[in-house]
């Protein structure tokens, strides 16, 4: 059993049309899942466009099938994080956000879940806490972050039993992402974001293999994946 992922992250409105297609040759060439770890789009935190972010419409053009938001996607305000994250290509991924009413829009999910070459692959999103129910800004936020390696505990415990290849598509850092495999060895892989700490090859912590791409597009991650008995192994990773 063999899969490609193809990953970035921290790209912060850099695309450009050489990039878009080298991600697009990629993928097709090697059939690869192409995942992002967040903070795709130019609007700063508090930001809120006016229009669709140009990066919804490069990435859709690369063909992206998943990603997680960064603390740049998303808003404390409902209209704010709809207008940043209006446009965008394919779903968008985080497991410990949640709205403080029933009735508040999120628009985030927290798993994306696909078979591909017969391999049932589930990935789950994380987000850094941008307003926990102890800030003072908590009673300005329509949406509040829980722990991540909480709710990844929760999620990797109701997953595992139905994924081949599990992968946490993480925005919290490489340091978290290190904590993260400790807790939930479960996991198989985690992509990460967030601290623009490329790591390449990849490291493996507590069986879990972790990597993180090189922010700004300049350069995406490309890892091709066996599975050998129970556990996963990588063939190859490359910088591309």
């Known amino acids: ?80 994080f709809l207008a940043k994250t209006r446009g965008a290509p394919c779903p968008l991924l985080c497991a410990n956000l949640r709205s403080k009413q029933p009735e508040t829009p999120l628009p985030v999910q927290p798993v994306w879940q696909t078979v591909c070459h017969g391999t049932r692959v589930a990935v789950l999103g994380l987000t850094v806490p941008m307003v926990t129910p102890r800030m003072r800004s908590a009673i300005l936020s329509a949406y509040l972050f ?19 290849l599990l992968i946490a598509l993480t925005h919290i850092g490489a340091q978290h992402d290190r904590r993260l495999a400790q807790a939930c060895p479960e996991l198989d892989v985690i992509l990460g974001g967030h601290s623009h700490t490329p790591i390449s090859p990849p490291e493996c912590v507590n069986g879990v293999w972790i990597s993180q791409s090189p922010p700004f597009c300049k350069g995406a991650t490309l890892l091709v994946l066996t599975r050998e008995v129970n556990r996963w192994t990588i063939e190859s990773a490359a910088v591309v």
């Open 146 to 164: 829980d722990p991540p390696l909480e709710v990844a505990k929760q999620w990797v415990a109701r997953l595992r039993p139905e994924a081949d």
């Open 1 to 80: 059993m063999k899969l490609a992922l193809l990953h970035t992250n921290d790209a912060h409105n850099r695309w450009d049309a050489a990039f878009v297609a080298r991600l697009q040759a990629l993928k097709a060439q090697h059939d690869a899942l192409l995942l992002d770890s967040g903070d795709c789009i130019r609007s700063g935190n508090l930001g809120v466009p006016l229009r669709p972010e140009p990066a919804w419409e490069w990435m859709r053009e690369a063909g992206y099938n998943a990603i997680t938001i960064g603390n740049r996607e998303f808003h404390i305000t409902a209209g704010g």
